[in-house]
């Protein structure tokens, strides 16, 4: 297996993304990491970590910054590392490509390079979530799509189910669809057409409807919503684990709110395995990050998707 890695992404520089890396070498994990970055310029700092031979590394003579145009700088920098490693993703080259670089730029390669799933009109960025019952649920989209149609949200029911089931070994998950009011009526008329397009499907086991509170229910393990409305709610759930911090306040719960734990976000639907970190990632962070491409690699989860859109 081959993991593809951007080294230009992180705010924190190239040296956090190879001290993820050696992190990531530490979980003992099976698999060639390919990084991609520009070599010329930081080859005595890759020297100084005396990387094992399953590491190689792919020159490249550009790099998308953070402030960049997502679009124009996909199309410009086709040397740059997230380009690159799109290429390669494509090509069966790796088998998943992660970055903590421009989100931006890495959904448009994605939709530019690998593209989606046939079948698949949107993809979706998902995020874990912990649970009441100490396992990890899913919410989606948290940011890919502001805007939604009733069929995206159909389609990101069955992307999370097989992540649930695939990734997080969750039998039967339990798809449920993110309103303001259990009851089949509530809520937009975005809600109101998705619930009737979820209730009678034989693809995913849906609950219904489900409201804010349930963030954390151990009776939901996927919760479906617009990009929108799950970006805030993903802000949130970040800041309570900000705020326990500052007042320090020691709660294993609310521990698991931290982002490092999870490393990574996963785009749902497109042609590979691709996970997006956080700019400022810790090396935990990035380790774990590079280890989800490996599960969703390992696990065939891009495969399995694809099947279920047949």
Same mark, same amino acid.
């Given at each position: 297996?081959?993991?593809?890695?951007?080294?230009?992404?992180?705010?924190?520089?190239?040296?956090?993304?190879?001290?993820?890396?050696?992190?990531?070498?530490?979980?003992?994990?099976?698999?060639?990491?390919?990084?991609?970055?520009?070599?010329?310029?930081?080859?005595?700092?890759?020297?100084?970590?005396?990387?094992?031979?399953?590491?190689?590394?792919?020159?490249?003579?550009?790099?998308?910054?953070?402030?960049?145009?997502?679009?124009?700088?996909?199309?410009?920098?086709?040397?740059?590392?997230?380009?690159?490693?799109?290429?390669?993703?494509?090509?069966?080259?790796?088998?998943?490509?992660?970055?903590?670089?421009?989100?931006?730029?890495?959904?448009?390669?994605?939709?530019?390079?690998?593209?989606?799933?046939?079948?698949?009109?949107?993809?979706?960025?998902?995020?874990?979530?912990?649970?009441?019952?100490?396992?990890?649920?899913?919410?989606?989209?948290?940011?890919?799509?502001?805007?939604?149609?009733?069929?995206?949200?159909?389609?990101?029911?069955?992307?999370?189910?097989?992540?649930?089931?695939?990734?997080?070994?969750?039998?039967?998950?339990?798809?449920?669809?993110?309103?303001?009011?259990?009851?089949?009526?509530?809520?937009?008329?975005?809600?109101?057409?998705?619930?009737?397009?979820?209730?009678?499907?034989?693809?995913?086991?849906?609950?219904?409807?489900?409201?804010?509170?349930?963030?954390?229910?151990?009776?939901?393990?996927?919760?479906?919503?617009? @990009?929108?409305? =799950? !970006? *805030?709610?993903?802000?949130?759930?970040? %800041?309570?684990?900000?705020? $326990?911090?500052?007042?320090?306040? &020691?709660?294993?719960?609310?521990?698991?709110?931290?982002?490092?734990?999870?490393?990574?976000?996963?785009?749902? @639907?497109?042609? =590979? !395995? *691709?996970?997006?970190?956080?700019?400022? %990632?810790?090396?935990?962070? $990035?380790?774990?990050?590079?280890? &989800?491409?490996?599960?969703?690699?390992?696990?065939?989860?891009?495969?399995?998707?694809?099947?279920?859109?047949?």
């Amino acid at each position: 297996m081959r993991i593809g890695l951007d080294l230009m992404g992180s705010d924190l520089g190239p040296q956090r993304v190879l001290e993820g890396l050696n992190a990531f070498l530490g979980l003992g994990l099976t698999a060639h990491v390919v990084v991609y970055g520009n070599m010329e310029e930081h080859q005595n700092l890759v020297d100084s970590f005396a990387f094992p031979d399953h590491v190689s590394f792919e020159h490249c003579t550009e790099a998308i910054e953070m402030g960049e145009h997502p679009a124009k700088a996909v199309m410009r920098k086709t040397d740059s590392s997230i380009v690159r490693g799109f290429a390669d993703l494509k090509a069966r080259k790796i088998d998943a490509f992660a970055s903590t670089g421009n989100t931006g730029a890495m959904m448009t390669a994605a939709m530019m390079s690998v593209k989606t799933i046939p079948g698949v009109i949107r993809p979706a960025i998902a995020s874990a979530i912990p649970r009441e019952n100490g396992q990890v649920g899913l919410l989606m989209d948290v940011g890919a799509n502001a805007d939604c149609k009733p069929d995206y949200l159909f389609q990101f029911g069955i992307m999370g189910h097989w992540y649930a089931k695939t990734v997080l070994g969750i039998d039967s998950p339990k798809i449920g669809l993110i309103n303001i009011g259990e009851e089949e009526e509530k809520g937009s008329l975005l809600c109101q057409a998705a619930y009737k397009m979820m209730k009678d499907n034989d693809l995913f086991q849906f609950i219904g409807n489900i409201e804010g509170r349930d963030m954390f229910s151990s009776e939901v393990d996927v919760m479906v919503t617009d @990009g929108f409305t =799950g !970006n *805030v709610m993903l802000k949130l759930a970040e %800041s309570f684990y900000r705020m $326990i911090r500052m007042r320090k306040i &020691q709660d294993d719960f609310f521990k698991q709110l931290n982002y490092e734990i999870y490393g990574g976000s996963p785009i749902l @639907g497109v042609n =590979g !395995n *691709v996970i997006i970190g956080h700019g400022s %990632s810790s090396a935990t962070a $990035i380790g774990n990050m590079i280890a &989800q491409g490996y599960h969703m690699a390992q696990h065939g989860l891009r495969e399995k998707i694809e099947t279920a859109f047949q």
